[in-house]
């Protein structure tokens, strides 16, 4: 007869050899940083994230209208994207945010922390 330990030790074994790991999509965010001064080679572009959407540069739009008003805020200089969270945003928005303008050339995005 079979000890109950090892029925669950091979049903243990069994699923972990038959279940498959998927590894999850990574999305880069580099930290603000404090005290450094803008360079005249560089656009820089403001976006805000409350509960209520999204606003640029003060200007309300949604989180799909978010690449292509960036693109046309390119004039041929690198753009950087200051993000700042309000504290009940929760972290869906950000990702959403970052998939959104991972397609956009020239871009870095600096996140600020949350106020």
Do not use: W
């Not at 004039?75 to 994207?81: A, C, D, R, W």
């Not at 945003?89 to 871009?107: E, K, Y």
């Amino acid at each position: 007869m079979t000890s109950l330990i090892d029925v669950i030790f091979l049903l243990l074994l069994f699923f972990m050899l038959s279940s498959t790991f998927s590894k999850f999509a990574e999305v880069e965010v580099q930290a603000a940083s404090g005290g450094a001064s803008a360079s005249g080679d560089q656009t820089m572009a403001f976006l805000r994230a409350t509960p209520d959407g999204l606003t640029l540069n003060g200007a309300a739009l949604g989180v799909d209208e978010l690449a292509p008003r960036l693109r046309d805020l390119q004039t041929g200089k690198p753009l950087v994207l200051l993000v700042n969270l309000m504290s009940d945003v929760d972290a869906q928005t950000m990702t959403d945010i970052l998939v959104a303008v991972r397609g956009v050339p020239d871009l870095a995005v600096s996140v600020m922390g949350a106020s």
